[in-house]
């Protein structure tokens, strides 16, 4: 059966969704290798946590304002997928960048070139991926390509803690944070190929004659104020790749060199959580409703925030909070997504997904900046605790927007 009868007759395990979540399997392998040990790599070249909330706040604005326009684009274009394989090669290539220079700068400036890349290509994948099965499905396929990306999420950093294993025997040099960042360049650019290769595109509306401000303003009004609250919650939902440097540094008086390594697995456990929980996540809520499970997933990232400004580091309470890290975004970047594709019509379906990437990244920009710098000028309990206070209002706010729309 072809992709379109596939999707008429409401099957939603087709050839595209499979294609576009090994696309996403080879993209988070690769940069989640690199992302894994980028910490890593700023504590051995003596970077402060404020360059690392800097590295991730620049790469996340540069990949919002990249999202607008290529929601726009994926409206306006018959053949989206060249476009989102130049995405995706971008940030393959750059991730392979990282290590060239052991000079912070120097990372924050290729790093941002790959996010945006990955800018890009997000809106173009979930607007490939929303056409590609049914509305009733969404949840399950935007689910089943949270799970296939979150699976090279997880192989990504077990992969990167091998190699740094090996490195560690060897001489202490940066030479195995470069290896990393070269081979994790690999998946990235096949990544590229397997949206070419795999996906086939669908006819979908071409409004040819809107303008960016206008396909915008096309976005219903329910919409616009879901996004506020996602973007609220965003200003405390900060990188993950902190929890590494933080989880790092708190454990290297106790375990010294081992102590990187440690915070690497503890990545990898919040990705293998992330990895199963998403499809379930996404089933559940098609069946049960999504607004209760995403207030649920922003209610866990709020509870993170507590345990980290409230405890003390120790290896339990860290592995608690890597746990309900990665439970919280399996909820959160399923359901997210399957809303936005629920309340945005046809028409404007890849402008919708670029608006919300664009509030999310934004909102990223501003947690991890403020984030970094509240750590490194006054104190990591001061940083999550701002944190904390933000995911309970986005919470609250999403929570209302959403109930708002629903009469």
Known sequence: MNDSRATASGKWLNRNVIGLATNRFLSDFGHEAGTAILPLFLTAIGAPAMALGAIEGVADALSSFTKLFSGWLGDRVEQRRPWAAAGYLITGVTTGLYGLF??????????????????????????????????????????????????????????????????????????????IFWLAAVPGILAAVAIMTLVSERAHPISKDATFAGSLQRLPGEFRRYLSGAFIFGCGDFSHTMLIMYAAQSLAPTYGQGAGAIAIQLYALHNILYAVGSYPAGALADRFGKTGFLIAAYGLAALMNLLLFSLAPSIVALILIFVLAGAGYALQQSLERAIAADMTPLEVRSSGFGALAATNGMG??????????????????????????????????????????AK
């Open 102 to 179: 052991a000079w912070w700068p120097w990372t924050l400036v290729v790093r941002a070139l790959g996010w945006g890349g990955r800018g890009l290509r997000s809106p173009l994948h979930d607007a490939l991926l929303a056409g590609s099965v049914p509305e009733s499905a969404h949840g399950r396929a935007f689910g089943f390509d949270e799970a296939a990306d979150t699976v090279g999420a997880v192989a990504g950093p077990l992969a990167a803690l091998a190699i740094v294993g090996l490195a560690a025997k060897g001489d202490g040099s940066l030479h195995g944070f470069n290896i």
């Open 364 to 405: 990223d920009l501003i947690s991890s900046g403020v984030v970094g710098l509240l750590w490194t000028m006054v104190s990591p309990t001061v940083a999550f605790a701002y944190a904390f206070v933000m995911t309970i209002i986005g919470a609250a706010v999403t929570w209302a927007a959403l109930r708002s729309a």
